[in-house]
């Protein structure tokens, strides 16, 4: 029963893969100096309703979170696609991960003073949830890297 089972996941999985269902994966977290770490997020859309899986994020609770880079695949999602990093429904970046760019690389930061254009980083309390919106391209990739650091910026 036992190799029914793992055959029937390992199809599941397979057939996922051989459809184009969509794919968001934490593919590697990188330490580097003085606190920080990057967090690399690979993501390919839907091949037939263009959509990419949520993915939560854990390990980076009691960190800061201070930007975001975005760089889009050699298929580029539409034109000002949006990315949110929710905790409990709220969006850690502030709406800085909307209209991202199909072309460029843009980084995005959650806070930026209006007045004197200061940055700062804000704190992350538990599991993260990474969404893709506002695409309708399918098979679309993009990365995402998420910059954390230990202490306040």
Avoid at 44 to 71: E, K, R
Avoid at 110 to 124: N, T
């Amino acid at each position: 029963m036992k190799k029914v089972f793992i055959l029937a996941a390992i199809m599941i999985l397979w057939a996922g893969t051989v459809f184009g269902a969509g794919t968001t994966t934490l593919t590697s977290v990188t330490p580097y100096a003085n606190g920080w770490t990057k967090a690399l997020v690979t993501f390919t859309a839907d091949a037939a309703d263009h959509t990419s899986p949520t993915l939560a994020i854990s390990g980076f609770g009691g960190q800061w979170l201070c930007q975001i880079v975005t760089n889009p695949g050699s298929t580029a999602p539409t034109d000002n696609y949006d990315i949110y990093l929710k905790y409990d429904g709220a969006d850690l970046l502030g709406g800085a991960g909307e209209n991202r760019d199909t072309s460029n690389t843009e980084i995005a930061y959650p806070i930026v003073d209006s007045v004197s254009g200061q940055r700062a980083c804000v704190p992350v309390p538990g599991t993260l949830t990474l969404s893709i919106e506002n695409n309708s391209v399918n098979s679309a990739t993009g990365t995402i890297e998420i910059h954390f650091k230990r202490t306040s910026y």
